[in-house]
């Protein structure tokens, strides 16, 4: 049983800051890629950053430069650090991780930027 608890969510005003944690628990040997996708009303679940276990790191174009992707392999965790926060990128963050390529999900966070 794998479980994926994210952290960090919340109310914020535009141009401002949050940082996201979502931590893994559970029976596995290690994992994979990490990442964080994120879901607005009426739209698709979209990619926003992903990080392998070495480290390399993918963003979407929407966030380069203003969210910074990160993690703790010791500790099972992926950070994920946004700045600059715009009104669109109100929508429920939610955490990914694929253990032998299988995906697990968090529950996932809402973040809500006003502007």
């Known amino acids: 049983q794998v479980q994926l608890v994210e952290s960090g969510g919340g109310l914020v005003q535009a141009g401002g800051s949050q940082r996201l944690s979502c931590a893994a628990s559970?029976?596995?040997?290690?994992?994979?890629?990490m990442g964080w996708y994120r879901q607005a009303p009426g739209k698709q679940r979209e990619l926003v950053a992903s990080?392998?276990?070495?480290?390399?790191?993918t963003y979407a174009d929407s966030v380069k430069g203003r969210f910074t992707i990160s993690r703790d392999n010791a500790k099972n965790t992926v950070y994920l650090q946004m700045n600059s926060l715009k009104p669109e990128d109100t929508a429920v963050y939610y955490c990914?991780?694929?253990?032998?390529?299988?995906?697990?999900w968090g529950q996932g966070t809402q973040v809500t930027v006003s502007s």
């Open positions: 990914n991780a694929d253990i032998l390529n299988f995906p697990y």
């Open positions: 559970g029976t596995f040997f290690s994992i994979n890629a």
């Open positions: 990080i392998t276990r070495g480290g390399t790191t």
